[in-house]
């Protein structure tokens, strides 16, 4: 069982299209166990059509909409809950175009984060790459051109500092390897759930990564927060079930904003600025929002700011990155040809 899940797992793009073909069913009228059949017949990619043909045996054999979402094992629990919120609120379509939306700026916020992390480290395996060959191939060449012109009687300190560039090259190469090496098997760890809590605990700690951190909680706590509220759920069932899709650190701040609800009867703006979910303009867009009955627009509206801000967030971090990676380089290469070079040069000026 747990291989077939592996197996027909859904990502954050599929699901998205997946949730705006169903609303497109909605609006259109059209029963969805002949829509997800129709879907099944013209899908090529033979997973996908195995998950909509699970889905449309469960859907023709009756079962509530949410349950034949759930038993094809492909999808992921929030959207089964809000599959059943939407089915039992009579609001399906709102909910799966808002879902739509949702998976879209999770897909979007995963291809992000995969490109800031991928051409850095091309870069970093170019950087080994370079370095090994001036190492192993290029300086090797220097050192039996000064051997074959000193004949021996080149002086000590000419010759210390050809062996310490020789030596210095190679710890640097080995150095670079056993990053490159972590960094695959960071990113390894990342495509497992375990691994990915593991690392993100990790990052949570490092700065600027901290804050991009949590800005992406944010922004998905928004998210959810907007999806929840355009399906019409109470506002601390919505608190209490976004829980589940942001860190142990938000989490606990949640749990604080629904006390406030609770127990103070704070209304929903103060009760996040009260527990440092969110502050400034703001607090001040939730508060008109939820004197005007918008309040699930503006929330949205903040989500949205927030994907632009981890965007340009991300953008930052990759370009101090690689500029950071082109100078050490540079540093490397310099170093390492200099301590080669020198020596060399230092001879033939002698000879001459």
Excluded: W
């Excluded at 951190?213 to 608190?239: C, F, N």
């Amino acid at each position: 069982m747990a291989k077939d899940k592996k197996l027909l797992l859904l990502n954050s793009q599929e699901i998205s299209a997946f949730c705006g073909q169903i609303a497109m069913f909605e609006r259109g009228g059209v029963p969805l166990y002949e829509g997800t059949a129709e879907l099944a017949d013209e899908m090529e990619d033979v997973r996908l059509k195995e998950v909509l043909n699970k889905l449309h045996e469960g859907i023709s054999e009756n079962l509530p909409i949410y349950k034949a979402v759930e038993e094809t094992k492909a999808f992921p629990e929030y959207m089964v809950y809000m599959t059943k919120i939407g089915e039992e609120t009579g609001n399906l379509e709102a909910v799966m175009d808002s879902l739509e939306g949702f998976y879209a700026r999770e897909a979007s916020l995963k291809a992000g984060i995969k490109s800031a992390v991928t051409f850095p480290m091309i870069l970093f395996g170019i950087m080994t790459a370079v370095m090994m060959v001036l190492v192993f191939k290029i300086s090797p060449m220097f050192k039996e051109m000064f051997d074959e012109i000193a004949g021996g009687n080149a002086a000590d300190s000419s010759e210390r500092l050809m062996n310490t560039g020789m030596i210095a090259g190679k710890v640097c190469v080995f150095i670079l390897l056993a990053l490159f090496l972590l960094m695959i098997v960071i990113l390894l760890l990342t495509k497992t759930r375990i691994g990915g809590k593991f690392i993100g605990r990790l990052t949570t700690g490092i700065s600027p990564l901290k804050k991009i951190s949590r800005v992406i909680q944010k922004g998905r706590l928004m998210s959810s927060l907007s999806l929840m509220l355009r399906s019409g759920t109470p506002m601390d069932e919505a608190l209490e079930n976004v829980e589940m899709g942001v860190s142990a650190e938000y989490a606990g701040k949640i749990k604080k904003a629904r006390k406030f609800i609770s127990e103070e009867n704070a209304n929903f703006s103060d009760a996040l600025k009260k527990a440092d979910i969110t502050s400034g303009m703001e607090n001040v867009m939730l508060s008109v929002g939820e004197k005007s009955g918008t309040l699930d627009v503006v929330v949205e509206k903040i989500a949205k700011q927030y994907d632009e801000e981890i965007s340009e967030a991300l953008d930052g971090v990759t370009t101090r990155l690689e500029t950071l990676l082109v100078i050490v380089l540079s540093v490397m290469v310099a170093a390492v040809l200099i301590s080669v070079m020198l020596p060399l040069t230092s001879v033939i000026s002698s000879i001459s």
